[in-house]
Structures are given as C-alpha cells and as structure tokens.
C-alpha cells in the first residue's frame, strides 16, 4: 500500500505548489474582473474600476457592477470552493473516487429542504433558509448511504454513487412537484434553477460566515485526512480518534455543500472534477489538495458561469451555471464509474 510521509517536507515540491497556487490566484483576480465586464450590457475595464472606487448611485453600469456582477462573481468563487473543498473532504474520508455533494445526494436534499420550507414557512428569511439547507443536505446523504447499505453486495464507490444520483433524481422530481402543486412564485423557481444569477449582497454576507468557518477546519484537519486515508485500521493503528475525524469532516462537508446550496441552488459536479483535477496535478497529500481544491473549484464556477453569459448574451437568454457544470461534470462522472466498474472487475477474476 502506498503511504504519505506526513514528516518529510520536500522543498522543490511545495516550491512548485506555491507557484501553482499564486498562478491560480492571479487566474482567480483575472476571472472575477472579467466576471464584472461581460454580460446582456457589456461594461469597459475603466467603467467597472470608476464603479467600484467612485460609485456614482445615478450611473446604470455602476449600479450593474457594484449591485450584480460583483456579489455574483464573490458567489461564484464562494459556492465553487466550497463545494471542490466538500467534495475533496469527502472523497479522502470514504475512499470513494466518486463522492462528491452532487452525486451523494446532498445537493439534492438541501434543494428538496429549502423547497419545502418555503411553502410550509414563506415568511423564513435567508439565515433560517440557510439552516434548512444544512439539515436537508444531512437528510440527503443519510439516505443515500442508508438505501446504500441496505442493497446486497454492500457500500461499493460505483453503487454507491449510483444510489446517491438514484435518490438525488427522486427528491429533485418530488421537490418540483411541490412547487407546482403548491403555485410556488416565480422567485422560487428562480432560486431553484438560477445558480448565482440573482444572488444579492445578503446572501454573500449570510454565507461567508460558513465558509469561512468551514474552510478553516477542513485546512486544520488535512494532517489528519491523510492518516485516514490510508484507511480506517491503520488510522487507529497510528492513534487516530477515527469517529471524531468522521464528526468533524461530515460537519464540514455538511456547512460547506448546505450552504453553497442556499446561495446558489443545486450546482452539479464540481465537487468532483475539482479534487480529481487537482490530485491529477499535486497529488493526494490533503494539505495541499484542500486549499488547491477549494481555488480550482473557485475558478471552475466562474469560468463556467463567464461561458454562460458570453455564450447567451447574443441571443438576450439566461443559462444557469449548474447547466454548464453538469454538461462537463456529467462526462467526467461516467468515466470515473467506468473506470471504477472495470478496475472493480479485475479485481474478481
């Protein structure tokens, strides 16, 4: 079995891990600067600086800039981390190469409990909406591991995935049959499908709080990821506190993908491919693949959400990110359940 020196530091690695890493920030300022000019009213780099250092409250453009692209294009970044750094987390603690918040059904029941909560409570405001998704993406992993567990053959990574994208199909019909039975108003089914489109400065500030709090801790527990990653008996073996570290990462990954969804609505598939893109590049040490996770994810969103609008600003329509993310994600998705299904069977012989 192959093992991570936790002790060793190799210099010329981490030396081409920083550089990957500002690479990847400059890529990030160009991305959210790009993000402020494209769009149905296309904006000149000069316009988005006077916009957002001498506003000027009559300006049309300014009020774009400062009122929509910017929460926006912080929305993409925010949401794309969390949910590469979710997925990255879950991926090292259950050894599945095909867990992420999408596929294990998390997305999926926080979108099913956000739905719900608006027509049982419509007067909850964003905090409590927040809350709800949290709860709803518990709801949604329990069950995808429990309907998991109960299927012959056990928790194997390609019937696991195939139970989660099962159950998030079920809860996704369920919740659009409750919006349509219930007349839910426009601005929910907006929120349902929108991705960060009409996310506000509330939603920015509700949810950096979480994101903070959850990216310090996946950050802090990465040592300890890659102890449990090399699987849960010689975890313990090393003197890992196994069931705390399974507590603290599911509390993460719960924060993190709950809350994404609250802002952003079910957004698909880049807590896969952003963990896998990174391992591909860095390798599987945790302390460098969470943070590069959380930036490629961030980049991944925002690229998606830029092609979007430069894709559909010619014909005056609106394409959420999710679409985008799931038009890639979906490939990357197969490939690994192939992938996985053949090394599975190899296995056998």
Not at 304 to 309: E, K, L, P, Q, T
Request: charged share 10%; aromatic share 6%.
């Amino acid at each position: 079995m192959a093992s991570i020196d936790l002790r060793s530091v190799d210099s010329p690695r981490w030396r081409r891990t920083a550089g990957l890493f500002l690479a990847g920030i400059a890529l990030l300022v160009a991305g959210v600067s790009a993000s402020l000019l494209v769009g149905d009213l296309p904006i000149s780099p000069h316009t988005a600086w006077e916009a957002l250092f001498g506003h000027q409250p009559e300006s049309t453009p300014h009020v774009i800039v400062r009122e929509w692209r910017l929460p926006r294009a912080i929305a993409d970044v925010l949401v794309g981390a969390s949910l590469a750094t979710a997925g990255a987390v879950m991926q090292c603690m259950t050894r599945n190469p095909l867990a992420s918040p999408s596929i294990m059904g998390l997305n999926a029941g926080a979108s099913f409990a956000t739905v719900v909560a608006m027509v049982v409570w419509p007067a909850l405001g964003r905090p409590g909406l927040m809350l709800t998704a949290i709860a709803g993406a518990t709801l949604g992993a329990a069950l995808v591991y429990g309907l998991g567990a109960l299927s012959r053959g056990g928790l194997t990574p390609v019937r696991l995935a195939l139970t989660g994208v099962a159950t998030s199909a079920v809860l996704g019909a369920i919740g659009s049959g409750v919006m349509i039975y219930a007349e839910l108003g426009q601005d929910v089914t907006l929120w349902y499908a929108r991705g960060t489109e009409n996310v506000q400065w509330m939603d920015v500030a509700l949810f950096t709080p979480l994101f903070v709090v959850g990216m310090l801790v996946a950050l802090g527990i990465g040592p300890a990821l890659n102890v449990m990653s090399l699987g849960q008996a010689t975890a313990v073996g090393l003197g890992q506190r196994t069931k705390r570290m399974q507590f603290i990462a599911s509390a993460v990954v719960l924060m993190l993908a709950g809350g994404a969804v609250a802002v952003a609505g079910p957004v698909g598939f880049v807590g896969l491919m952003a963990p896998h893109m990174v391992r591909m590049l860095m390798g599987h040490d945790q302390r460098v693949a969470i943070p590069v996770s959380a930036l490629g994810g961030a980049l991944l969103l925002l690229a998606a959400d830029i092609g979007a609008r430069l894709a559909t600003t010619p014909y005056r329509a609106a394409v959420p990110v999710g679409v985008v993310t799931s038009l890639l994600g979906v490939p990357f998705f197969l490939y690994l359940a192939c992938r996985g299904a053949g090394v599975a069977q190899g296995g056998r012989r």
